[in-house]
């Protein structure tokens, strides 16, 4: 007789999964024996924490080391059956919370898609302790707990049907509060396939001779049916395949009539699901000649990327560096890699996806904020399946879950705009390229004609490879800076002057050559704020300690900070006086003045105020391009990705206020700002002209910017930072406290301050109040940490600020003050 075996239990496997909250740890799960061989990372699970509210979490990876504080929950269900990630992703997560201070969470929140992130629906269940006696009840929590008692579980809607009433969530409160009821939290998944409904001809015709047979015996009592039928075979020739709504759309008739000819079994209704995106056919068409200076850049990339996994392509504006790109993106598309090419603000290169698309079509996919939620999806699933090989995004799309990168291009690397502020993780998405490209051994090509100093340093410490291209496409001379002194010139009313002598003389005459021109005003609105002539009282937000914005077009006061908007004031809250004068000139004066001066000139704002809807931007540019508008004015945004052939003169209408910000980055900000505006002059044809408005003609930025001379400021800012201890010699953590009151963020600040002091005193600058101290009714503190390029001692100052700001919190007085880190601040 054979002795029986032994009882073996299946081993227990654990998860530790990521939920989109800012924890400071990742919490663990147990998978029941029914889903551990189904279970991989990268996968979406359902799961409760805490008592009732369920998440769907990303398992980060599997064990079977089980938790000693605690015993983990079940996952209640696994989400999908393949993962929606790849391993790459999971690393890259845990490496942005490690480097920029927040919670794995945080970075899940801000990378999945939004239907990725299942939203909860409240329901009622049945509470079995409770029994069946519901004599106690009401009338209406009778009706929902006898509702209850049959189906066990009821959803908020089902219950609002019950009672015929919308005002269901004061009975609900009684039914929990006599506990015959429990709330639970269901998951439902958002996201839905599009589906749209083809029309096809009937089987039974399908051969020439059944289909002339149909039509010559067609009865005349249906002429509307018939040419609809006629309309459909035309599409049906032309298009291959015909929607019901470019159908009914073509022939001009009614969906009643279409239901005839399916009802007749002539033509057939079939629903499929289909792409969101529409995209080109994907080919490959490279039709340009490189010019020798470019050929050399080329070869020097090439070369450099044998080497070095990180190039920086530093070209003069209007070189031709996007032309190399597309050389390197041909180059990795016949490898059978990935593209990341990256802008630093997608909705202001409408020109370079079409530039693209012209040699790349349909393998190019755009990635940003004004994509819909079912798009995103479906372009997440493009990616990670390979289908789309050139994505082109902006720094939100190092998170997408490419399979295979083998390029990244970070174009206008030097840009600001590629620093995440708020919410966290507060990254730089140049930074996170090249991490992420290391991932999988790709190359990263940053490119610039102003490259940061960051960039420029690991050149000239031999990290980074670098190619040049010293100038313009086709032999095109670099622009010519005038400087024009506006010291003493005022206009009628005593304010500043907008348009100098010498600049409104440039306009006249590039008008009368057909030319157009570009002005740059890096404040929005009409007027930056307004002044009581009598005892220069200045507006406020009641909200936050900065001044308010006229905005004439609506007549309204707007706060720039928390976007409060106010009436316009025009008695003085300190004299009662009211006269009142606008101070400086915003973008919205400046196209008012040039109306007003330019009667004939078609003149055109571009700023965020103007430019609204998906297509906006595109649609301006175009016309730009056509030359159906004279004189472009704008902010930021008409510095940046913009190539005009017939553009003549650009003008810089307020240096200063570039120029004068307290910050250490003030001289390369300006410098990138004005040589970027300035390459959008004479970009083809004759040499452009530039003319910068400033009071202080003698400032030494203005005059690199006059010489085009990136390497003598760069030597002399270098010389400065080192000087002074900052980047790129030093690693910067900025620390903001945050609170309602100004006393205890003050003493919130000093308190961390002198904890710190021990170990990093030596690296603390503050803590000070910054120059706008309160925003949202909040006041606040930075504290500014400068250390050295140490990567150990970098790790243990972060390891102290996350263990002092647990610590602070835990002190009675500054348990709701809100404390940020901000790694490599911007």
């Not at 606008?582 to 103007?610: C, W, Y």
Request: hydrophobic content about 40%.
């Amino acid at each position: 007789m054979n002795e029986s075996l032994p009882f073996e239990p299946s081993p227990v496997l654990f998860a530790e999964v990521l939920i989109p909250l800012a924890l400071p740890r990742n919490f663990t799960w147990a998978l029941p024996p029914e889903l551990q061989d189904k279970a991989m990372p990268g996968m979406r699970v359902e799961v409760v924490l805490g008592r009732n509210k369920k998440y769907a979490g990303i398992i980060k990876k599997l064990h079977d080391k089980k938790p000693a504080a605690f015993d983990p929950k079940p996952v209640l269900n696994l989400l999908d059956e393949t993962p929606i990630l790849h391993a790459q992703q999971l690393l890259f997560w845990e490496w942005m919370a490690h480097y920029y201070l927040c919670s794995e969470g945080e970075v899940m929140q801000a990378a999945l898609p939004t239907h990725f992130k299942l939203s909860s629906e409240t329901i009622l269940l049945f509470n079995d302790a409770a029994g069946e006696d519901f004599s106690h009840l009401d009338d209406e929590e009778f009706v929902v707990a006898e509702a209850l008692l049959i189906k066990k579980e009821l959803r908020i809607t089902e219950v609002q049907q019950l009672l015929d009433a919308s005002h269901v969530y004061p009975v609900i409160q009684r039914l929990l509060e006599k506990k015959v009821c429990l709330v639970w939290e269901e998951l439902k998944q958002t996201y839905k396939e599009k589906k749209e409904t083809f029309i096809l001809l009937h089987p039974q015709y399908n051969t020439d001779e059944k289909l002339a047979d149909l039509l010559n015996n067609w009865t005349a009592k249906a002429p509307k049916q018939l040419e609809l039928l006629l309309a459909y075979l035309h599409l049906e020739k032309t298009e291959g395949e015909v929607t019901k709504s470019a159908l009914l759309s073509k022939s001009g008739a009614s969906a009643d009539q279409l239901k005839g000819l399916v009802s007749k079994a002539i033509l057939l209704e079939e629903k499929r699901t289909v792409d969101r995106l529409k995209s080109l056919p994907a080919n490959v068409s490279i039709n340009f000649t490189l010019t020798p200076a470019q050929e050399t850049a080329l070869a020097q990339l090439q070369d450099q990327f044998s080497q070095k996994a990180v190039c920086l392509l530093q070209g003069v504006t209007s070189s031709g560096k996007t032309l190399l790109y597309i050389r390197l993106m041909e180059e990795a598309l016949r490898n059978g890699k990935q593209v990341l090419y990256m802008l630093p603000e997608i909705a202001l290169t409408a020109q370079v996806i079409r530039r693209l698309r012209e040699h790349f079509g349909g393998h190019i996919v755009i990635y940003h904020s004004k994509f819909n939620a079912n798009e995103r999806v479906e372009l997440w699933h493009k990616v990670k399946s390979g289908e789309a090989k050139i994505v082109l995004g902006a720094r939100s799309s190092v998170f997408l879950p490419f399979r295979d990168l083998g390029l990244v291009i970070v174009d206008e690397e030097h840009d600001s705009s590629f620093k995440q502020q708020d919410p966290a993780p507060r990254y730089n998405g140049r930074d996170a390229a090249v991490f992420l490209a290391s991932l999988y051994q790709a190359k990263v090509l940053l490119g610039s004609a102003t490259p940061s100093l960051e960039s420029w340093y690991n050149v000239k410490q031999g990290k980074y490879g670098l190619a040049q291209l010293t100038e313009r496409y086709a032999g095109i001379d670099m622009p010519q800076i005038g400087i024009v002194d506006t010291t003493g010139l005022r206009q009628a009313d005593k304010s500043r002057v907008i348009l100098s002598p010498a600049l409104e003389e440039a306009i006249t005459q590039t008008l009368q050559k057909n030319k157009q021109v570009i002005l740059f005003q890096n404040r929005r609105g009409y007027s930056p704020y307004q002044v009581c002539q009598s005892c220069g009282w200045i507006p406020h937000c009641k909200h936050c300690d900065v001044s308010l914005t006229f905005h004439k077009l609506h007549n309204k006061l707007v706060c720039h900070y928390c976007g409060t908007i106010y009436p316009p004031v025009v008695i003085c809250e300190a004299c009662g006086n009211h006269d009142f004068q606008q101070q400086n000139f915003g973008t919205e004066r400046i196209e008012e003045s040039l109306v007003e001066r330019f009667p004939h000139a078609k003149v055109a704002r571009m700023d965020i105020d103007a430019i609204k809807g998906k297509h906006a931007h595109d649609a301006l540019i175009q016309l730009f391009e056509q030359q159906r508008i004279d004189i472009l004015v704008g902010t930021q945004m008409v510095v940046k990705g913009l190539d005009f052939d017939h553009v003549q003169l650009v003008g810089i209408l307020d240096a200063d206020a570039i120029m004068g910000f307290a910050d250490f980055r003030v001289n390369e900000r300006a410098f990138q700002l004005m040589e970027q505006v300035s390459g959008r002059s004479g970009r083809k044809g004759e040499q452009g002209l530039v003319l910068v408005q400033t009071r202080n003609p003698r400032h030494p930025v203005l005059a690199w910017v006059k010489a085009h001379d990136f390497e003598t400021f760069a030597q002399a800012e270098m010389s400065s930072r080192q000087q002074f201890g900052y980047p790129p010699f030093t690693r910067l953590i900025q620390l903001s406290f945050k609170h309602k009151t100004a006393d205890v963020v003050q003493a919130a600040a000093r308190q961390f301050a002198a904890w710190m002091t021990p170990n990093f005193g030596a690296y603390l600058v503050g803590p000070a109040a910054p120059v706008v101290n309160r925003v949202r009714n909040q006041y606040i503190m930075d504290l500014l940490i400068k250390l050295p390029r140490d990567l150990h001692l970098l790790q243990q100052c972060k390891d102290q600020i996350q263990l002092l700001t647990a610590h602070l919190h835990q002190q009675p007085p500054f348990k709701s003050v809100i404390v940020t880190p901000d790694i490599d601040p911007i």
